[in-house]
């Protein structure tokens, strides 16, 4: 695959088939990911890649407790307020999220089904949650995080397989922490979603939004 096919045709997929990933193929995706960059070839990153029984039981506990109205508690925070331009584009990804599914604004039974499917992470057969060493520098594990996930994703892309990075899969991590051996020590930052895409269901198809070049690139010469 051209590499600009991959850049472009990526998108997260809200949908997956069932059908599990064989390992040599996740194995083969996480030899690309090896070659991340990251400051000073530091390499912070961590990967648990949970499938099976494992990640059935995760899901199940991840759905209950948010059935269950339990508050949201990732490791790294998430940020509570945004940019007046940035919560607008957050506000219009849900909208088109919504639409996509034909789901009314006012159907609050749709919407809670939908962050239902989102808390069993699209059905996805496999699950790759990163943690960092908890006495490295955040900010900067969280470049080499975010460009190790990117790479994940587009090598997954480049095999058929879709993604999504999900914030929810990392909000419960007790949960987490009872089915993945992640060291009291590590932080977990973040999972991505993995498996064969259902490229009929609506939301793994509507049109995406980006800003123009002009609203995010200054020139100087
Ligand atoms: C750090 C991060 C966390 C995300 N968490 C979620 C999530 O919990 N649920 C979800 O449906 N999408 C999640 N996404 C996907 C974004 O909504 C998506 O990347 C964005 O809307 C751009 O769309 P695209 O990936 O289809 O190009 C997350 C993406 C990132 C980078």
């Excluded at 030899?31 to 390499?43: K, V, Y």
């Excluded at 957050?90 to 789901?103: E, N, W």
């Excluded at 996805?124 to 594990?141: F, G, N, Q, S």
């Excluded at 949960?175 to 793994?204: E, Q």
Aim: with cysteine; proline share 7%.
């Amino acid at each position: 695959m051209e590499l600009k096919d991959a850049i472009t045709g990526r998108r997260s997929i809200r949908k997956f088939k069932p059908d599990a990933i064989e390992k040599k193929v996740l194995t083969e995706i996480l030899e690309d990911c090896r070659w991340t960059p990251s400051w000073g070839n530091t390499q912070p990153w961590e990967l648990f890649v949970l499938t099976g029984p494992a990640l059935e039981s995760y899901r199940k506990a991840s759905k209950e407790k948010m059935e269950s109205g339990e508050i949201f508690s990732p490791e790294v925070p998430m940020p509570e307020e945004w940019p007046e331009h940035m919560k607008k584009r957050y506000a219009g990804l849900g909208r088109v999220v919504l639409t996509a599914q034909g789901i009314a604004r006012e159907d609050k039974a749709a919407r809670v089904q939908f962050y239902k499917e989102m808390h069993a992470f699209f059905g996805a057969p496999c699950l790759v949650i990163a943690a960092v060493p908890k006495d490295t520098r955040l900010e900067y594990a969280m470049l080499d995080i975010g460009l190790i996930l990117q790479t994940l994703c587009l090598a997954a892309y480049d095999r058929g397989i879709g993604s999504c990075i999900m914030a929810v899969s990392v909000g419960y991590p007790d949960l987490l922490r009872k089915v993945l051996p992640v060291p009291a020590d590590r932080r977990i930052i973040m999972g991505v979603a993995l498996g064969y895409p259902d490229t009929d269901f609506p939301l793994n198809r509507f049109p995406r939004e980006r800003a123009k070049l002009e609203d995010f690139v200054t020139w100087v010469s």
